[in-house]
DNA sequence: CGGCTGATTGAAATGCATCAAACAAAGTGG
DNA sequence: CCACTTTGTTTGATGCATTTCAATCAGCCG
């Protein structure tokens, strides 16, 4: 009883290491955000940052949470949402490597509006809120570059309120399916690498759980997919496509 | 016969001249985008704008054309929306005196992605790219200023996601007309003064027109509001905020 | 093993869209 | 100035997609 306790006590030591201590050495250069970035400011960049490494279910920052600076995510995926009625998520993005989170809030100097929270096993640098306003002052490259990527995630929320107001569950969850393939890992057989719940994937849609199980296996009996556990295959693309109902590509 | 025609013909002229010909000539000083703007900035920025009044129904810019600058609206109302499902216009935003609007795609070096129509008689400050390049390149005060309003609307994009995501037509109806009331203004016995017809209501709430005349009707037994033609007055602020459903405020 | 979370299926309830028809208002043309 | 077309509004009836509630089951962990 004595030794079980200890044992639980030094795995919980063991997990709030992996969950806060820093890590390894990144470099901040090779990652797109950084870009336009001079030697020099690459430089101080780098050693103003802080990275920590996070397991899967940890919460970065929360709704509500005031915000010391931004995150850019060095592998590992977050799953961004804000808590709606009644505790209800919806799933505003999935961020990937290179990505940032946070910025919104931040640089609104208001306290966050969504909550973090990282799906799969993730390293984040931290950037202080003092070293993006630097970046602002100092580098209009940088300052454009960062609207551009601002602009970029409005219109993908402007499309998405289009889509969500006027197109069934059946569509959207199509699109979502194809989203994922986009812009997350397939293997060779073209399975999704991105590993979500049911409910998950219900409130990235903006569904219940119940409505994505029966729509998954529609699509299953219609040969769309193929579903092994939180595995889903895509094995006829344009079908699915089709289902989607998109209005570009 | 002859003199009749003569008289169209005018007409025609002189609409014409009331939506394409440069009027008045305004200086931007006091609009509160351009409030952290030197003298100088202001001077060359008068200059190089254009200034045209629009009349109620005109297009500023279609969903897929090129844009050459953005706009400033200086008096009027402007609906943004995107074209949708089978045309279906889904409304993004309503834009009013001060705010800017075709920046995005702008910024973002695409063709526009939303179509924007003048719904009340109006003026507007074109704003040429190359301007706008020139005070993000040499004014990171202007830059961060920026980033706050692409910030500011990126948030109540994601807000919006979820509402329309989670809740019911009739929560989203009394949400749109409480922020119609906070943004736009309201006579003494708050009748809200935009006027739009029930389909743009449907086509901001994301529903079919029928619905939203239905739930107005409904309102009205309700005595939320009062109802005269396109008229909206609201006569129980309590009352329409609890039917809204709010999670903040 | 017992408890927990997530997945699944069924049945019932309902909110909302759609279709159809009638009406009102406003602009057009002779 | 009156008939006519068009556009917007309204109401009713019907159908369906989706939600909700309930129950069961599978997998996982201590």
């Known amino acids: 009883m004595y030794l079980y ?10 997990n709030m290491k992996n969950n806060n201590e820093s890590t ?11 870009k336009s970035l001079s030697e020099e400011e690459l430089k101080s960049l780098n050693f103003e940052k802080t ?10 920052y929360k709704e509500g949470s005031r915000l010391t600076g931004f995150y850019c995510i060095i592998r590992g995926i977050v799953k961004v949402y804000k808590t709606g009625i ?10 990937k490597k290179g990505d940032i989170i946070a910025y919104r809030s931040l ?4 306290s966050a509006c969504t909550t973090s929270k990282i799906i799969e096993d993730a390293l984040l640098c931290h950037i202080p809120y003092k070293t993006l306003l630097n970046l602002i002052e100092k580098n209009p490259s940088f300052s454009l570059a ?15 309120i289009t889509d969500i107001a006027q197109k069934t569950v059946r569509e959207r969850l199509a699109e979502v399916l194809l989203l994922l393939k986009d812009n997350f890992d397939v293997d060779a057989d073209q399975t999704l690498q991105i590993s979500l719940t049911r409910e998950e ?4 849609v903006g569904t219940a759980t119940e409505s994505i199980i029966r729509l998954l296996s529609e699509f299953k009996q219609d040969k769309l997919i193929d579903l092994q556990g939180r595995k889903i295959k895509i094995i006829n693309l344009p079908g699915l496509t089709k289902v989607a109902n998109l209005t570009k590509y």
Chains 1, 2 share one sequence.
């Open 5 to 14: 306790g200890a044992k639980k006590f030094i795995l919980f030591i063991l």
């Open 24 to 34: 390894e050495d990144i470099n901040l250069s090779g990652f797109r955000f950084f």
């Open 51 to 60: 990275c920590t490494a996070y397991k899967k279910g940890s919460i970065i």
């Open 86 to 95: 009644d505790g209800k998520e919806m799933i505003i993005r999935f961020a």
């Open 107 to 110: 640089l609104s100097q208001e």
């Open 146 to 160: 960062m609207l551009r990527i601002v602009c970029a995630e409005l219109k993908e929320a402007n499309e998405y």
């Open 201 to 204: 994937l219900a409130n990235t």
